[in-house]
Each structure stands twice: as C-alpha cells, then as structure tokens.
C-alpha cells in the first residue's frame, strides 16, 4: 500500500485542529490560575493570622507589664517608710518618670500610671487597701494593679482591641 501524504490539507480540517488545541490550552491556562490563586490566597492566610499574633502578643506583654509597673510603684512607696508611707497622708507620689496623684483614704487609695508600654499608650489602675482592723506593723495589705494596653490620661478607652492583665499582691 502506498500512502500519500496531503501537502495541504482542506481548510475545515486545518481549522478543526486548531480549534481543538486552543480549547484545551485556555482549560489548561485556567487550571494552573486557579492552583497558582488558590496557593497565594493560602500563604497570604497564613501572614495575616502570623500579623494578628504577633500584634495580640505584644498587646498582652504591654498590658501586663503596665500592671506590674503598677505593683511595683505602689510597693516601693507603701515599703519605702512603714510609718509614714504614702498611702497615709501624701497625695502624690513620682514613678515611671512622672508624678503621680493619689486619691482615696483610708482604707482604699487609687492611683493610675500613664505612658507605658512599648508605644507609650499604655497604662495601668492601681488600688491600694489596708485592712484598718489591724495595727501596725499587722496591717494586712492588698495591692491591685489593672494594666491595659491602650488608654488615655484616664486609662480609659472604648477601643475593641484593648487588652486587660491583672497582678494582685497581699501581704
């Protein structure tokens, strides 16, 4: 048998052969799109989740050591002179580079600090209570501290990312 080969074949078949490759190129192109998408929409999953850690765990670090700031001023000065500390009589006290009013008396003080933290937004509430029903040197004491990420002079703010850690001493 002898074939011959066509040297040019009728348009409707040379038309017909390409039709059939650009079909299966366009599925093809839009198969690798959809996996190449489908892979970056992960990874980019994963970066805002990593983001919205880091940014949670440094929320926390500063609200924490914002109340332990609080602890330790309240301590210093509550430790500093038993007899005349000042939780008995002074109305301001200096901590954290500021000076710092004291309000209340007896048995319960209150004080805030401002301007701590990593971005100096944050700042904690601090309460001091002395059981009155004892004397001195007896005199049982409690010291709070809320510290807060975010606040203003006040340490106060609405903010929905506003993170709270509470230290509680007594002694």
């Known amino acids: 048998m002898n074939y011959k080969k066509i040297q040019n074949p009728p348009e409707r078949l040379r038309s017909f052969s390409r039709a059939g490759n650009n079909g299966f190129v366009i599925l093809f192109a839009v198969t690798i799109s959809a996996i190449l998408l489908s892979i ?17 765990a440094r929320d926390t670090n ?4 914002a109340a332990d700031t609080g602890i330790e001023c309240a301590l210093l000065y509550d430790k500093e002179n038993p ?3 000042a939780f008995t ?7 954290a580079g500021s000076t710092i009013s004291i309000s209340g008396s007896a048995p319960e003080w209150t004080f805030v600090i401002t301007g701590l933290g990593s971005t100096g937004g944050s700042c904690a509430k601090v309460t001091v209570f002395k059981d009155t029903t004892t004397s001195p040197p007896d005199v049982f004491t409690t010291l709070t501290s809320k510290g807060y990420n975010i606040g ?9 990312n506003r993170v709270e850690r509470e230290v509680r001493l007594s002694y």
């Open 62 to 65: 500063d609200a924490f050591f």
């Open 89 to 95: 009589g002074t109305a301001s006290m200096s901590c």
């Open 40 to 56: 970056a929409l992960g990874i980019a999953n994963v970066a805002f989740r990593e983001i919205r850690f880091g940014s949670t």
């Open 83 to 85: 007899a005349q500390n």
């Open 152 to 160: 203003d002079s006040a340490c106060a703010s609405s903010s929905p």
